[in-house]
């Protein structure tokens, strides 16, 4: 996979050359190239900012930078780009939320580009001009709150959807029992423990000891349930009941979940009369 990266602030990227991301790129599983924006100026301060039409605080990236920097990105596919082109990502609070199911499919391009904002984002033309020529644009959000900047999300993109990437991760079937896998139907994953068996007073769950491989599986399926129940009920909203065996039923309802149109929601409060 090739994935450019543009930026002002390039050295944010350092930590892609370290530990997994690092090793992929030494085997050539992963090509990372970081572009400056700044090489796009004309001017004596390399100027990439500007004050908003319309009044306002704070101060937004300019176009002309972004298109020179993007087309001569574009203007050097890899040899495996296939005819689609890239995904153009630009990180941005209002973007779409970065979520495991955007990391699968961002996992199967050969090709990612980034356009790192800072300051109160870039232009809105950029966006549109790309999309008019055929590029896919997408927006994405790491999650509700305000950083200074898309590279710290570079950082996490690239490595949810590299660990994806055949080869990167050394045991592939673990891929598939993480949290929020859609193997797992989107559900936070059950407690961990290794040795000792007894730690400060505290022991490991006996079943997880007895050899008996099912009883195994139903505890740790009925603690991913109670634990996504209990620390993120959105994502119940979105499990699918047909899934759900008459066990995991009366595990959500003893949460207090029970099956609604899309998935599980609250159980209605009994109702005085
Ligand atoms: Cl991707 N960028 C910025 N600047 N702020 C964010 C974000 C991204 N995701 C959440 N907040």
């Known amino acids: 996979m090739r994935v450019d990266v543009v930026s002002i602030f390039g050295e944010y990227l350092a930590p892609l050359s370290l530990s997994?991301?690092?090793?992929?790129?030494?085997?050539?599983?992963?090509?990372v190239r970081v572009h400056d924006l700044r090489e796009h100026t004309h001017d004596r301060h390399r100027t990439v900012d500007d004050t908003p039409y319309g009044g306002g605080a704070g101060l937004l990236m300019k176009?002309?930078?972004?298109?020179?920097?993007?087309?001569?990105?574009l203007a050097d596919p890899p040899g495996d780009a296939g005819g689609d082109g890239p995904v153009l990502l630009v990180p941005s609070p209002v973007g779409e939320v970065f979520t495991q199911a955007v990391a699968v499919e961002l996992a199967a391009e050969p090709w990612l580009v980034f356009a790192c904002g800072r300051y109160e984002g870039i232009d809105a033309r950029v966006a549109e001009h790309y999309r008019s020529r055929g590029v896919r644009v997408r927006e994405v959000s790491l999650g509700d709150y305000v950083l200074n900047g898309g590279e710290v999300a570079v950082l996490v993109v690239v490595e949810a959807v590299a660990r994806l990437l055949p080869g990167v991760v050394g045991n592939a079937a673990s891929l598939a029992e993480e949290s929020h896998a859609a193997e797992h139907d989107g559900l936070l994953e059950h407690p961990a423990y290794t040795k000792p068996a007894s730690w400060r007073g505290l022991e490991v769950p006996a079943v997880l000891s007895s050899g008996d491989h099912g009883a195994v599986a139903r505890w740790r399926r009925e603690q991913a349930l109670r634990r996504t129940a209990?620390?993120?009920?959105?994502?119940?909203?979105?499990?699918?009941?047909?899934?759900?065996?008459a066990a995991d039923r009366a595990v959500l309802a003893e949460e207090g979940y029970v099956p609604d149109a899309h998935g599980f929601g609250p159980a209605p409060s009994p109702v005085a009369d």
């Open 20 to 31: 997994l991301i690092g090793k992929a790129r030494a085997q050539g599983l992963l090509d």
């Open 230 to 245: 209990r620390r993120r009920p959105d994502l119940l909203a979105r499990l699918d009941p047909a899934r759900c065996s």
């Open 63 to 73: 176009p002309e930078p972004w298109g020179e920097a993007l087309d001569a990105v």
